[in-house]
């Protein structure tokens, strides 16, 4: 490496891990990269800090002090390692027997894990794209616990393949196992793998679960197969739900919480907003709005500068704006975006970047879409969900993951 390059990597891994990506969507699963700081003018191409070879998959990467983590497939395992984030350098890996036969109506899609990793208190966890669920240590990779559910459910993952990616709280780690029809959202504990409460019945979906206080109760929000439901944190009560089916079992948008509201959508469903009520013991649920102008399918939206902010399918992909408080859009680009695209609200900026390898920049708090700026930053499919580190863009796509600089 040369040695002017050298304090420039030097100063980005300090910067870097000063802004932790230790989980899906970012430090607080929202999509949003606190304190970034935009450059006083977007650069012409963005500087490729490395590029390493990353296996198969549409897990996202993850940032934690000064090291990346990535969830992959080689053959018929599963790997989980460890970069270091200056340099791409590896750290350490791991690897266990993962064999998998795809659905084939998502052959294309691969056999390679689609949930994100999280970072949590020097642990690393994992859920396979079968549903195998790992806990490790984010120093040295040694194994903790492992978890598979073969002899619970008939089934360990759905239709295409488990998704979800893990939340934490305190010391509870968070999922849905268990295959269609018949699974369980779970609570384990984070230090040993032991089932401190399961939820049964309803199927997995494709979406992850945020955690958050709705009407002075702190619940775990998500997307069953069948609904949209809230879960008493510390006890898997299922305090309310709400019906919500799609063409062949796909609901894969993150909730996004607003106060005591949650935004929610799917495959042709528009985008609507309920008010999460508590009279007595009871909850209930008060429609608040709904805007059928747009619907979200693969990409989970943002919620910034009371501004929600994403993608649409409808067009063949459509950027949106919309009033948190009303549901009133803002603004629309013109369609033929993308079929996906993962949203990072950075500052004053969203930067959305599609499957097409295509990172879009744009201005949030505008009347109109208004891009400042476009770069390629693949060649090939970007799946994924980038990690922002600083001002490190770590993006994966179907073969490799790079480090980009956004100044």
């Known amino acids: 490496m ?7 990597l030097l100063v980005l891994a300090a910067s870097a891990a000063a802004q932790d990506w230790p989980q899906w969507r970012g430090p607080n699963r929202d999509g949003i990269a606190p304190g970034f700081v935009a450059p006083a003018s977007w650069p012409h191409t963005l500087r490729k800090g490395w590029q390493i070879p990353a296996g198969a998959g549409h897990s996202s990467p993850v940032v934690a002090g000064e090291r990346v983590f990535v969830f992959f497939r080689e053959g018929e395992e599963e790997v989980v390692a460890a970069f270091d984030l200056a340099s791409g350098r590896p750290v350490w890996r791991q690897s266990y027997p993962a064999p998998y036969s795809m659905n084939p109506a998502a052959f294309s899609h691969g056999k390679g894990p689609k949930s994100t990793p999280l970072v949590h208190e020097a642990r690393l966890y994992t859920l396979g794209i079968g549903g195998v ?40 780690l968070f999922a849905h196992v268990g295959g269609p029809g018949d699974g369980a959202f779970t609570a384990f504990g984070a230090k040993t793998g032991a089932v401190r409460w399961a939820a049964k019945g309803d199927g997995p979906a494709y979406a992850s679960p945020v955690v958050a206080t709705l009407a002075g109760t702190r619940q775990v929000v998500t997307q069953t197969q069948n609904h949209v439901a809230g879960f008493a944190a510390e006890t898997g009560q299922r305090l309310w739900a709400l019906p919500l089916t799609t063409d062949y079992d796909q609901n894969t948008v993150t909730p996004v919480v607003d106060g005591d509201r949650v935004i929610y959508s799917g495959l042709d469903k528009g985008v609507h907003a309920v008010r999460i009520v508590r009279r007595g013991p009871a909850f209930s649920v008060e429609p608040s709005w709904d805007n059928p102008e747009v619907s979200l399918y693969l990409s989970s939206p943002v919620l910034a500068g009371g501004r929600l902010c994403g993608l649409s399918h409808r067009k063949k992909g459509q950027f949106f704006c919309l009033d948190a408080a009303t549901g009133r859009t803002l603004w629309l680009s013109d369609g033929r975006q993308g079929d996906n695209a993962a949203l990072v609200a950075a500052g004053d900026h969203l930067l959305f970047l599609t499957t097409e390898a295509r990172l879009v920049v744009a201005r949030r708090d505008t009347p109109a879409f208004a891009p400042v700026a476009t770069y390629t930053v693949a060649d090939s499919p970007t799946w994924a969900h980038p990690a922002l580190a600083g001002r490190a863009l770590i993006v994966r796509d179907a073969l490799r993951l790079a480090l980009w600089r956004l100044e």
Do not use: M, N
């Not at 040369?2 to 420039?8: G, I, N, S």
């Not at 984010?138 to 393949?161: A, N």
């Open 133 to 172: 669920l790992s806990c490790f240590e984010s120093g040295s990779g040694r194994l903790v616990w492992r978890k598979e559910f073969s002899k619970e459910f008939r089934e360990t993952s759905p239709l295409y393949g488990a998704a979800l990616s893990p939340a934490i709280e305190g010391d509870l």
């Open 2 to 8: 040369p040695t002017r390059v050298l304090p420039a």
